[in-house]
């Protein structure tokens, strides 16, 4: 069974940067089947997707954030990452990590349990 | 982007109701269309995909239908554990949007 497991800072200074981490287990982020994305929620509102890596190194971010923006790749400990630099109180919220297949509908199927991240001084 | 709207925006219903949710994008999507049911303090759990197909393990009075820009979700029979937020999803063309959910409550 594929698990994902969000970590990082669940607190970060306005204009510093957010890092988290994705950690997989029961698959592995060096297949090609699949998108290793990145969802957030912000307190109380709907879902927004922000952007997803791809083993061959493809990334594909929300141009609203694409600036400020990058998602990797850590192979070696089944991993992928998210930074978001220069965040705002608007960058807080629950940030999800999940799996998406590269066929068929994209659907994400498998998702992490999401860490609150607050942005605040 | 494309705009994803759900309606109703909440809905209030009883155990055995059927209820129907639907979800219009503002362009065509063919059948790229995905749906996802969202407990407090849970993450999303996707119900259905590509419009019409249900998930692995996702119980059989889920259904979704609908392709282009009209898509539904039907809860053939309402059960306690359906109360939730449902959201649909494009993923038609980037950046892939959610509808701002629909919110099921008990009557």
């Known amino acids: 069974q594929v698990q994902l497991q969000e970590s990082g800072p669940g607190l970060v200074k306005p204009s510093e940067t957010l890092s988290l981490t994705c950690t997989v287990s029961?698959?592995?982020?060096?297949?090609?089947?699949?998108?290793w994305s990145w969802i957030r929620q912000p307190p109380g509102k709907g879902l927004e997707w922000i952007g997803y890596?791809?083993?061959?190194?493809?990334?594909t971010y929300i141009p609203s954030l694409k600036s400020r923006l990058t998602i990797s790749l850590d192979t070696s400990k089944n991993q992928f990452s998210l930074k978001l630099s220069s965040v705002t109180a608007a960058d807080t919220a629950v940030y999800y990590c999940?799996?998406?297949?590269?066929?068929?509908?994209?659907?994400?199927?498998?998702w992490g349990q999401g860490t609150l991240v607050t942005v605040s001084s | 982007d494309i705009q994803m709207t759900q309606s109703p925006s909440s809905l209030s219903a009883s155990v055995g109701d059927r209820v129907t949710i639907t979800c219009r994008p503002s362009?065509?999507?063919?059948?790229?269309l995905n749906w996802y049911q969202q407990k407090p303090g849970k993450a999303p759990q996707v119900l259905i995909y590509?419009?019409?197909s249900l998930q692995s393990g996702v119980p059989s009075r889920f259904s979704g239908s609908g392709s282009g820009t009209d898509f539904t979700l039907t809860i053939s029979s309402l059960q306690p554990e359906d109360f939730a937020t449902y959201y649909c999803?494009?993923?038609?063309?980037?950046?892939?949007?959610f509808g701002q959910g629909t919110k099921v409550e008990i009557k």
């Open positions: 029961g698959g592995s982020v060096s297949s090609g089947h699949y998108y």
């Open positions: 362009q065509t999507i063919s059948n790229y």
């Open positions: 890596i791809h083993y061959s190194g493809t990334t």
């Open positions: 590509g419009a019409s």
């Open positions: 999803q494009q993923t038609y063309s980037i950046p892939w949007t």
């Open positions: 999940a799996r998406a297949s590269v066929s068929g509908s994209y659907h994400l199927a498998y």
